[in-house]
């Protein structure tokens, strides 16, 4: 068995009804490479090959009464296929809008406690055209977020693909096999005895951390502070439904820009977040004067050494969005990343896992319910979630059909009811959005400013040019 980390069980312990906590890819493929032509039996049977040769598709949780700890994860000795997989045909005309309809509504589905804790909805019908005649097909995952941060859902996926579409499936890996009830509950109890020493050494670090929170705040050098966010639509407690919009640029476009202006390509798809925003905020007349703050996860799997799937920090960053001109806006951002990146490594990388690992079920439960009732009429702690992804710049084949797109969808919470996730795929990159319609519902506006975003970059001069 493997126990989950403080981080990772945080994941099971904040999910409610309204507040499901998986994340999920929307995948389109050229199903002209498959060998044979495309059939749903032979999709199936490919991927069943493949999950022989990663055990984490074949783990599920486990749990004792008498555990203190945090759940396990454990083989599942019945894994069925077919309760993960499934195909659905998407209403006609099958373009975008039917696409990201039908998967708001799978998103907005917690998953099966009892099975390992992911699904994969094969949609066939895009663009009117039949499957079996070479027509396109997508693929939306979806993985519970305990089970997942953003680079290892990406490692995995890669797993699923190959640089060949007849590329042999690799040898089977065994899982992690199984647990008595007496053995979780028998090194819970060991895990939760050894809380207490760890708990001194983390209020040491935090409040090493603090010390130097302060000194940078003084010196201009801090990242932007939590609950300094201005109020916005989308910052209140979501529903229990979800809306879905995605895009797709030209990384090559992106990179011009990257080069013109001396920054990074984060940096970039910062400022198209924050144009887009403020396109979206002004049309409605409710541009707040301070910068709205983006909630950035930053991947620290190199450094952490910690157990568990989720290796994963964040930082504030400021998106300038009170500063008109796009260009001056870029800059700014850039200097409010650099700042927020070296203020993040400063304090220590793994705070949020340590501090997660007294997370509690019942105590975040129960916070999760109040505060789902409570009005939201509060500063939010952050504006919006925005993370970037790298992904391979080859071009891949998922289950031999070729991967034309991924279009990563995060999770949204109470308080922040929108999330923005690009990830780089073969010089492409795409977008995907997802939040609550009642917050947000005309969410494909979003995407389509994205194109008039980068458009106005394009344009721009810097300054001194």
């Given amino acids: 068995m493997e126990r989950l980390s403080g981080l990772d069980a945080s ?7 309204t507040q499901p906590l998986h994340v999920c890819s929307l995948l389109e493929l050229d199903t002209s490479t498959m060998p044979g032509g495309y059939t749903f039996d032979r999709l199936r049977d490919a991927l069943g090959m493949r999950i022989k040769a990663i055990p984490q598709f074949r783990e599920k949780l486990a749990d004792s009464r008498l555990n203190l700890d945090h759940p396990v994860w454990v083989e599942d000795s019945a894994f069925d296929l077919d309760h993960h997989l499934h195909c659905i045909g998407v209403p006609a005309p099958g373009g975008r809008p ?7 509504q799978i998103a907005a589905v917690p998953l099966d406690r009892d099975h390992p804790l992911w699904e994969m909805w094969v949609i066939e019908g895009l663009a009117g055209m039949p499957a079996s ?3 396109p097909v997508a693929v939306l995952t979806k993985v519970h977020h305990a089970a997942v941060d953003g680079v290892m859902g990406a490692d995995l996926l890669s797993q699923l693909c190959s640089t060949e579409p007849d590329a042999p499936p690799p040898d089977a890996v065994a899982g992690p096999g199984g647990a008595h009830w007496l053995q979780i509950a028998a090194s819970g109890l060991v895990g939760f005895a050894a809380r207490s020493w760890r708990l001194v050494n983390v209020v040491s670090l935090t409040g090493a951390s603090l010390v130097e929170t302060a000194r940078r705040a003084r010196s201009g050098r801090s990242m932007a502070r939590p609950f300094a966010a201005p109020p916005t639509a989308f910052n209140a407690a979501v529903t229990a439904q979800r809306n879905i919009a995605y895009t797709q640029l030209e990384l090559s476009d992106i990179k011009k820009v990257k080069d013109r202006f001396g920054v990074k390509v984060n940096d970039v798809v910062m400022a198209l977040c924050a144009g887009v925003l403020r396109r979206w905020l002004s049309d409605r007349g409710e541009l707040p004067s301070k910068p709205l703050v983006a909630m950035v996860p930053v991947s620290v799997r190199d450094t952490s050494g910690r157990p568990g799937h989720n290796q994963v920090s964040g930082m504030f960053s400021r998106l300038e969005t009170h500063i008109s001109d796009p260009g001056r806006r870029l800059q700014a951002i850039a200097q409010a990343n650099s700042r927020a990146k070296d203020h993040s490594s400063a304090i220590g990388a793994t705070l949020l896992q340590d501090w997660a690992q007294f997370a509690d079920s019942t105590l975040f439960g129960t916070a999760m319910r109040l505060f789902a009732k409570t009005p939201l009429t509060h500063t939010p702690v952050h504006n919006v ?14 289950l031999g059909a070729r991967l034309t797109a991924i279009y990563p969808l995060g999770p949204i919470f109470h308080g922040c009811g929108l999330n923005i996730t690009v990830m780089s795929l073969n010089g492409k990159l795409d977008l995907g959005i997802i939040s609550c319609p009642k917050l947000l519902p005309d969410l494909a506006v979003l995407a389509d400013d994205f194109t008039v975003e980068l458009q106005e970059l394009l344009a721009a001069s810097p300054p001194g040019t």
């Fill in 11 to 17: 994941f099971l312990y904040l999910e409610t009804f």
């Fill in 98 to 104: 039917e696409v990201a309809e039908i998967c708001a």
């Fill in 133 to 135: 005649a070479g027509g």
């Fill in 385 to 398: 979630i925005v993370s970037n992804v790298a992904g391979p710049q080859v071009t891949l084949y998922f």
